[in-house]
Structure formats: C-alpha cells, structure tokens
C-alpha cells in the first residue's frame, strides 16, 4: 500500500458514491449509461472472485465488498427503480463490441492458463474500455449533467493515480504487471479529451456540452 493507491481508491469509491446519491436524490438515471455500469458490475464479479479463496486484508476485503455491492445497487437502480427515468435511445452502444474482442484477449494473453486467471485479466482488459459506452452516450446527447462529470472526473482520477502507484512500486519494489499497466493506461487515455472539457468548462462553472454528431 501506498498513498497512491489509497488516493485511487477513495477516488474511485467516491466516483460511485457521487452516482448513486445522483440518482437517488433527483429520483432519475437521466444522463447515465445502464450499459456502462452493467460493464462495471461485470469487471467487479469477474475480478473479486478470489474473495472465496484468498484472503489478503481486512481494507482489501471490505473495499471488494463494498464495490460489489455498489455496482448492484446502481444496476438495480437504472433497470429496476428508476427504469423509466434511463434514457435507453441514447444509451445504444453495442456491448458485444467490447465484449467478444476482451474475451478473446484474456484468452490469449493472461498470467496463467487457470479460470481465476482469465476472469481476472478479463476484469483488467473490461475495466479499460468499460466507460466508452457512458462517453458515446455523452456524445450522441452533447452535454452531461454537472454531477455526471463530477462521477466521470473522479473515475478518471482514480485510473491517473493508479499509473502513479504503479510507477511508485515499479522503483520501490521493482514490481511490474504489464496487463494491468497497459489496460490502466488506455483506460486513462479515454479519458484525456473529458478532463480538458472539465478543467476548462466544468471548473468554471460552465455545463459541459460537445458538439452533436452529425
């Protein structure tokens, strides 16, 4: 553990508190992709498996635990309870584009041939492109809520800050996992064009819009 690995996690939990207390106040999932967060439940499932079979800490089990439970809660929420707020027209990405390639990938370039294995480079490889369907709903309505960006914003701190634990163990403990170094950093990529749009709309009080596509 180190203080940037810890920094991620808080951001990336509080990226999830901020939707959950999103849709949950304004009693609507307007402007959030249901196909992304069905992604991220996936990512999850797929990669605390070993809940069951190892245990490494106390902070480490609970942070599973809560992500998990998370990431249910907000699919529950889009399809279950709000399901008539979600803006499925515009939430069309085709999930078996991400879908059939990651798995592929997780087959033929993995750790270890073993089931646990695979599922949990198929989380790492998921993880990376799992918020594209978010980004091209975005694009297809042209603006996003100020709260949505907030959630975005965190989310994609949480990626930037694991490059830089990584980097920070690379030198202190001369550890080093290309799967997850690769995929964290295109996952952060994906990112780029949002953070300049908060930086320079958001942040100054300006509601974040995007050119409509033709």
């Not at 949990?120 to 993880?127: G, K, P, V």
């Amino acid at each position: 553990m180190n203080v940037f690995r810890i920094l991620g996690d808080i951001s990336h939990l509080l990226a999830i508190i901020i939707l959950l207390v999103k849709i949950w106040k304004s009693k609507s999932c307007a402007g959030i992709s249901g196909k992304s967060q069905i992604l991220f439940a996936l990512v999850f499932t797929t990669r605390y498996l070993d809940l069951f079979t190892t245990f490494i800490s106390i902070y480490n089990t609970v942070m599973k635990v809560i992500f998990l439970l998370c990431a249910y809660i907000t699919v529950y929420m889009i399809y279950g309870k709000f399901r008539k707020t979600s803006d499925s027209e515009n939430d069309s990405f085709r999930l078996e584009f991400l879908l059939v390639p990651v798995t592929g990938l997780s087959f033929l370039e993995n750790h270890n041939f073993t089931a646990l294995e695979i599922l949990w480079t198929f989380s790492i490889y998921l993880e990376s492109v799992a918020i594209l369907p978010q980004l091209f709903m975005i694009s297809k309505t042209g603006e996003a809520e100020t709260i949505t960006t907030h959630y975005l914003f965190f989310l994609g701190l949480y990626r930037a800050l694991y490059i830089a634990n990584w980097i920070w163990r690379y030198h202190t403990e001369n550890f080093y996992d290309q799967i997850a170094v690769v995929s964290g950093v295109v996952q952060t990529i994906f990112y780029c064009d949002f953070f300049y749009l908060y930086v320079t709309k958001v942040l100054k009080g300006k509601k974040l819009s995007l050119p409509m596509p033709v």
